[in-house]
């Protein structure tokens, strides 16, 4: 995974309190991995608390997702691992080609992982690389379980290999000149003396799964193309390498290193071992296996769904609850490619435009599991309509509002200023919304009801006209007064809802609230209930949360203004009305 291949283990959820599974991802395709990964977001809510009953019970296991910082509002301890896979003759070949040996290039590659996810905004609480002494140990113990079922065996192989996959590649799936579908690269003729996996003994076994658990692998198509790869006949895979050096050595025979994905498939079970603690398979499965979910690109989707449900039958192992294989991202459609001249680093997107728009753009414009198409135009559309009109022009306004004409201090109680009013309502329906699109993993979904809730609060201060009643004085101000507490009500449970997307934005919104970071940091979901300002609460000056992402178009704009009106330009701080 160093060389275009991590695996991740995030936040828990308590949507399945007790369940005490977890769920990983194996991401392939940034950034729109990265972007999901994002939503796990910087905040580690309840790590290291302690849930004790009054009969000192054990606390149920934590539930682990990777996906949606959605899931540590829900009050769960939180273990948020990330790792990279670096064995294999891929990562071998790029490390000589940049003239190191495969450690310090894994060293480096790792670190970058870290820096990106950094910068990202998201953290993590362990770091497992599959170079680790305590994942060698694992992959050891489940090598000889796999082995004592009798499911290796030693035989000669030939067939055609893709270096890039690291996988033998069935002709009738290959392109011309036999290309592999997903790297474009001439698959080279090998034949070696390796041992084997007894895949075909699963047949009968994973068809069941499949038959009998249709969730499973999803989304459904999905698990259509894992159906018909089963159906067609599954054949045994090679397992080892005699011509790869830079791996785990097979345990009854040195002279040869075991297979990158036999390997890397197991750092999710090791990833769950403590540092420093006695590592081995089983003590790794007792911390918490099976997986709920596992969050993969769909190009290793037969890993995870055929080759990875199989060896853990072997090996006695529980299989993951399911499989989640998340799609690609194009550039103004067309792939992506060096070659092109447009890739996209998530790096110099975040430094362009900053992480919260980021991270929004790709879980609101793509919708997970499927593939999605990047354009800067979209994305600066969407970015500027959503963040910072939408959301941020609507605090501005209000709290601008608020300062002219209470002082910036809430006259009424939330609860109160909202009787009778149907907004109210509103706003609590498409939150439970939310919560379940969170929950089903439709993200593109979530922000969208989100987004909903912030343009029903436009349409309701546009058709109160709170500015208007503030003249007019006595009960129409009063009126008013409680019209911005209902708004900015609004805007707090915006804040917390979206704060598995946008994090940062969440954060600034918040305390322009009259609260604290450290208060930010302990919510939890059931904080989006209707009630949470006070009144006598004192909001903080109005300042921009998010500023608008100008273009050349807006520039050239803005300087034919300032010609037509004689140099000079009329200042509005974002969205401030004046009243």
């Known amino acids: ?147 004592d079922s009798g499911d290796i065996y030693r035989a000669d192989y030939e067939g055609l290999y893709c270096v890039s996959c690291e996988e033998y590649k069935d002709e009738k799936e290959l392109g011309e000149n036999k290309c592999c579908p997903v790297h474009l690269k001439p698959c080279v003729p090998r034949k070696e003396d390796n041992y084997f996996f007894a895949l075909s003994k699963y047949q009968h076994q994973l068809e069941d799964l499949l038959t009998k658990n249709p969730n499973f692998v999803r989304p459904s198509h999905r698990l259509n193309e894992v159906q018909g790869w089963v159906k067609s006949g599954l054949r045994d895979f090679s397992i080892s390498r005699a011509s790869v050096e830079w791996g785990i050595p097979v345990p009854n025979d040195t002279k040869q290193t075991i297979y990158v994905w036999f390997d890397a498939l197991l750092g999710y079970i090791s990833a769950l071992l403590d540092d420093g603690e006695k590592a081995s398979l089983q003590q790794a499965v007792e911390r918490g296996w099976p997986a709920s979910l596992h969050l993969i690109g769909k190009d290793i989707l037969r890993f995870h769904a ?13 299989v993951p609850d399911a499989v989640f294989g998340h799609g690609f991202l194009t550039k103004d459609g ?105 929950e089903n993993l439709l993200l593109s979904s979530a922000c969208e009801t989100l987004m909903e809730i912030g343009n029903l609060g436009n349409l309701y201060i ?47 919104i918040y305390t322009q609230l009259g609260f604290t970071e450290d208060q930010f940091r302990t919510l939890r979901w059931e904080d989006t209930k209707w009630g949470g300002l006070k009144a006598g ?11 608008r992402i100008e273009t050349e178009t807006d520039e050239k704009d803005q300087s034919s203004s300032k010609a037509t009106k004689g140099g000079k330009k009329k200042a509005r701080s974002q969205g401030l009305v004046e009243a």
């Open 306 to 318: 055929v080759y990875w449900p199989a060896m853990l039958m072997s090996a006695g192992i529980s």
């Open 1 to 147: 995974m160093a060389a275009g291949r991590a695996f991740l283990r995030a936040a828990p959820s308590s949507l399945a309190a007790g369940a005490g599974r977890f769920a990983f991802a194996c991401p392939t395709a940034l950034p729109l991995t990265a972007a999901a990964a994002a939503a796990t977001g910087p905040h580690r809510r309840g790590r290291g608390r302690c849930y004790c009953s009054a009969s000192d019970a054990p606390p149920p296991p934590p539930y682990v997702l990777t996906t949606p910082l959605y899931y540590r509002l829900l009050d769960k301890r939180v273990v948020f691992i990330t790792g990279t896979d670096e064995h294999g003759e891929k990562i071998a070949t790029s490390a000589e080609a940049c003239g190191r040996n495969p450690k310090d290039h894994c060293d480096t590659i790792s670190n970058s992982y870290k820096m990106l996810w950094a910068d990202l905004d998201i953290e993590y609480d362990k770091f497992i690389r599959t170079t680790d002494r305590k994942h060698e140990a694992v992959v050891n113990d489940f090598y000889s379980r796999v082995l």
């Open 537 to 547: 609460q004192v909001m903080m000056e109005p300042k921009p949360v998010f500023a």
């Open 334 to 438: 067309m792939k992506m490619g060096k070659s092109l001249g447009n890739t996209l680093e998530p790096k110099d997107l975040v430094n362009r435009f900053g992480v919260d728009a980021v991270r929004y753009f790709f879980l609101r414009e793509v919708e997970f599991g499927n593939d999605g198409d990047y354009s800067e135009e979209r994305f600066i559309n969407i970015v500027n309509a959503h963040l910072a009109n939408t959301i941020g022009n609507l605090l501005n306004r209000t709290l601008g509002l608020l300062k002219k004409n209470c002082k910036s201090t809430l006259a009424f109680d939330s609860i109160a200023a909202a009787d009778g009013i149907s907004l109210k309502d509103n706003v609590e329906n498409l939150v439970d919304k939310a919560k379940d699109q969170f």
């Open 462 to 508: 546009d058709e109160q006209a709170p500015w208007s009643c503030f003249k007019q004085g006595g009960e129409s101000a009063e009126k008013a007064a409680k019209d911005l507490v209902i708004i900015l009500e609004t805007m707090r449970i915006i804040a917390i809802a979206l704060s598995p997307i946008t994090p940062s934005l969440s954060l600034r």
